[in-house]
């Protein structure tokens, strides 16, 4: 189960913190991934981790303002989103990916309910 926690709504150019607290003791095995949908749009890849926390890949809108991070001890993944923008305006899900640093939707297994971020301009 994946449960994610931090959103809320802030002005551009602020900062949030996305939390996803995981249960289960398979969760440092997997990579884990961050999505967003819009209103109107698909989903689509923001960030994601490798098991170890080694090695992250972003996508190319995001890339500078947020990090992904993980702590396997608590069992927990982190996304800081700084420099936000009305665009990234969204409800973000956290993922537990069976491929690796993937950037598909369809290579994720387990999701979380999400949480809404709204950037106002």
């Known amino acids: 189960q994946l449960v994610e926690s931090g959103g809320g709504l802030v002005q551009a150019g602020g900062s949030l913190r996305l939390s996803c607290a995981a249960s289960g003791r398979t969760f440092s095995s997997y990579a884990m991934g961050w999505f967003r949908q819009a209103p109107g749009k698909e989903r689509e890849f923001v960030a994601a981790?490798?098991?170890?926390?080694?090695?992250?890949r972003y996508a190319d809108s995001v890339k500078g303002r947020f990090t992904i991070s993980r702590d396997n001890a608590k069992n927990t993944v982190l996304l800081q989103m700084n420099r936000l923008k009305p665009e990234d305006t969204a409800v973000y899900y956290c993922?537990?990916?069976?491929?690796?640093?993937?950037?598909?939707?369809?290579?994720?297994?387990?999701w979380g309910q999400g949480t809404q971020v709204t950037v106002s301009s």
């Open positions: 993922a537990r990916s069976w491929r690796g640093l993937r950037v598909g939707a369809d290579e994720y297994d387990y």
């Open positions: 981790v490798s098991w170890s926390g080694g090695s992250t």
